[in-house]
């Protein structure tokens, strides 16, 4: 997609073209500011490609497969008949919804944004108010030849992340799968060898055993999920081995091979571990590296006009911003995953809405992270705002925590899946709810409350004088609240 005039210099000009960079340009465009918008990948970028959009559709796939056949044939149904469903018809039905997506959601609204223009092509700094775009097909030469140069007033950074390659012994002669390959296999495997125990890999791993998988998953820490409630990742560990997902933690990867090759026989990988101090192998047919996300920083010159990256192992690259997504250049920008954790979608959008506003008008609006919301779309769902018991004590609250059972939930009981946990974090002094932490069905909906909750500090008492509607699962925001009152067990219904 061009659509590209021969304007001198730009108001603003958006080096991505995922969620940051999309919210921008709307801004921008609302603004009546002109703007040019470099697009170094597909369009919509990461969430609606290769993550949020097609991973979901994939994962309600599987959940209807699990359902299906432990109704008609008990649980444990699902490898011993996986050839109930055809595999290649769910890639399908992911391929066509986000076709869909990028379509309606990303070509249609380029389109009507009259003061936005596009190029493709991948960007770089030549000074504080110029980029040199070269084509996608020129692979060759150095950036610094060739290409068109744009002048802007001000440039937002939004490119994104990658997959994170962590250097295990023997991984470059492996190959392996990320997110990409996961979402688009050539075939169903037999066997799958899950490293990280996140989000992306706890959302894969379920999702592959619900295909009939045999899943392993390999987790560095203790736990998986280790920076959430241990009560959290305890109850969620015990529902994905219920699932068939076998989950091995403490584990340091030492090497890992891949023997058998096209005509030579069938394909294995093996991973060589420390697992809790004793040695471990584990073979599968397919490897899945679900060991987070890098900051896609370079390669754009931010060096040479002096623009700040993080220099930390754990957030390499990040581009360094303040909470009114300002870099230390002062015309320069950025927003999303190039900036660091946290990564998500929904935040991406409103740090890009927030640095074109700033940058347009001169503004100070500013970003919050402290009460954005986070799930992961495993089933049940886990969802989390604010702070967690550890984080409170750290922060020094005098900390207040109860925790309740989906079985004391009647709308749980009612649709027959009392899974799950809700945990409540508040301050022993003022009674303020500084956190909520939900794992149950649908608490990536449930989440939202929660939010609200937080983010205009309540009290346990707001909460338990809001009426909710009976029966729902969001009545468990309310009852756990009432449990640092009274015995919710020993109440009626509507209490």
Request: contains cysteine; glycine residues 10%.
């Amino acid at each position: 997609m061009s659509k590209v005039k021969q304007r001198r210099r730009y108001d603003l000009i958006i080096l991505g073209n995922g969620a940051a960079a999309f919210a921008a340009a709307i801004k921008a465009d609302e603004l009546g500011k002109s703007a040019l918008m470099i697009q170094g990948g597909t369009i919509g970028g990461t969430c609606v490609n290769v993550g949020c959009v097609p991973s979901k559709r994939m994962l309600v796939a599987g959940e209807v497969i699990k359902n299906t056949f432990e109704h008609d044939l008990g649980r444990g149904a699902i490898a011993r008949h996986n050839e109930k469903f055809d595999f290649s018809k769910i890639l399908r039905s992911k391929d066509q919804i986000v076709r869909a997506f990028r379509k309606e959601k990303y070509e249609r609204v380029l389109r009507g944004l009259s003061n936005v223009d596009v190029i493709r092509g991948f960007a770089e700094f030549v000074s504080r108010n110029e980029v040199r775009v070269r084509s996608l097909d020129d692979a060759s030469g150095s950036r610094n030849k060739g290409g068109k140069v744009f002048r802007g007033k001000n440039f937002l950074v939004a490119t994104g992340s990658s997959p994170t390659i962590p250097p295990f012994p023997g991984i470059e002669k492996v190959r392996y799968w990320t997110n990409v390959e996961a979402l688009s296999p050539l075939r169903k495997p037999e066997s799958l060898i899950v490293i990280g125990g996140r989000a992306l890999g706890l959302e894969f791993a379920q999702m592959y055993a619900r295909f009939g998988t045999n899943v392993t998953l390999l987790q560095r820490s203790k736990t998986i999920i280790p920076d959430e409630e241990p009560e959290i990742a305890e109850a969620l560990t015990k529902y994905l081995r219920q699932d068939g997902v076998r989950i091995v933690t403490g584990v340091t990867i030492k090497g890992i091979r891949e023997e058998g090759r096209r005509g030579k026989g069938a394909r294995r990988i093996t991973v060589e571990a420390d697992a809790r101090g004793k040695y471990a192998k584990f073979e599968a047919v397919a490897l899945l590296l679900a060991t987070g996300r890098s900051p896609n920083s370079l390669g754009l010159g931010l060096e040479k006009i002096g623009v700040k990256t993080q220099k930390n192992s754990t957030n390499a690259g990040a581009i360094i911003v303040n909470d009114e997504m300002r870099t230390n250049v002062p015309n320069i920008f950025a927003a999303g995953d190039v900036t660091g954790e946290p990564m998500l979608e929904g935040l991406a959008a409103r740090e890009g809405t927030i640095a074109a506003e700033n940058a347009l008008t001169r503004g100070h609006q500013k970003v919050d992270v402290d009460f954005v919301p986070r799930a992961i779309f495993t089933d049940p769902q886990f969802a989390t705002v604010g702070l967690t018991d550890a984080e409170a004590v750290r922060k020094g609250y005098e900390c207040s925590c109860k925790i309740l059972g989906f079985d004391q939930i009647s709308k749980a009981r009612v649709i027959g899946d009392t899974r799950g946990v809700i945990k409540m974090v508040a301050d022993e002094r003022t009674h303020r709810i500084l956190g909520i932490h939900i794992l149950s069905r649908n608490a990536a909906e449930l989440i939202h409350e929660a939010s609200l909750i937080v983010k205009n500090k309540y009290t346990l008492e707001d909460v338990v004088n809001t009426i909710h509607v009976f029966p729902t699962l969001s009545e468990s925001i309310k009852i756990v609240a009432q449990s640092y009152f009274r015995d919710v067990g020993a109440t009626s219904c509507c209490i």
